[in-house]
């Protein structure tokens, strides 16, 4: 089946330091891949994404890269601020069985000024 | 501009009562889901749905019940609450047919059951 398979957080950081939050996957078909952030207290929200193999997906500094050949889609971001602080959920997206979002466990990041 | 909206926001429940969750978009979205979130699990499907008066089982089915009644609600119901099921719970709805199309989440509703 499909699945999805972050890091293990919480990941600490000073502020202005250089971010990875790895993310691999598991899928039949081509899925569409998303980074999703969650700030404290709030609902989900859409950072990023990539529909197909090579895409790069950007926003507020943040990106990936759809690498279908290592089955990943790390998010970076070369420098972190508190108010990045938040949970980052690596997700994809398969019009095979449903068209269900499936979600890796989700990283905690905290970043310190 | 309300997007995907959840109501209640918290609730306390004992266990062997009964609350129905209500999820509620206006973006005409074909597609709504539940999902909890627990420490160190993600999110999990609980139940989707891929139109009005239609559902299917996702991941964590059972003790939940869903009903699509009309294309703007999706309602999910717990017939007697235990404390496993305590939990955040987050609705999501998402345009059908376009596997890169965003999906919106609702706030979230915190349930605890004791």
């Known amino acids: 089946g499909n699945s999805v398979t972050q890091m293990e957080g919480p990941v600490t950081l000073s502020e202005e330091a250089f971010l990875t939050i790895n993310c691999t996957y598991t899928a039949t078909g081509y899925p569409s891949l998303f980074w999703y952030v969650q700030y404290p207290g709030e609902g989900l929200q859409l950072l990023l994404k990539?529909?197909?193999?090579?895409d790069k997906g950007s926003n507020k500094g943040f990106e990936a890269t759809y690498r279908k050949e290592t089955t990943s889609f790390h998010l970076e971001k070369g420098s972190v601020q508190v108010s990045d602080s938040a949970v980052y959920f690596c997700?994809?997206?398969?019009?095979?069985?449903?068209?269900?979002?499936?979600f890796g466990a989700g990283t905690i990041l905290r970043v310190k000024s | 501009n309300a997007g995907v909206t959840q109501t209640p926001k918290f609730r306390v429940l004992k266990t062997g009562q009964s609350m129905t969750l209500l999820c509620a978009q206006d973006?005409?979205?074909?597609?709504m889901y539940w999902y909890r979130q627990d420490p160190g699990m993600g999110l999990r499907l609980i139940h989707y749905s891929v139109g009005e008066g239609t559902t299917a089982k996702g991941e964590v089915p059972d003790g939940y019940n869903v009903s699509r009644l009309k294309k703007q609600n999706f309602l999910l119901g717990l017939e007697s609450a235990a404390p496993s099921q305590t939990s955040v719970y987050f609705c999501?709805?998402?345009?059908?047919?376009?596997?890169?199309?965003?999906?919106?989440f609702g706030q979230g509703t915190r349930l605890t059951v004791v």
């Open positions: 997700a994809l997206l398969t019009m095979e069985y449903g068209n269900k979002l499936v």
């Open positions: 990539a529909t197909k193999a090579d």
């Open positions: 999501a709805s998402s345009p059908a047919g376009r596997s890169w199309a965003e999906a919106f």
């Open positions: 973006m005409n979205h074909e597609y």
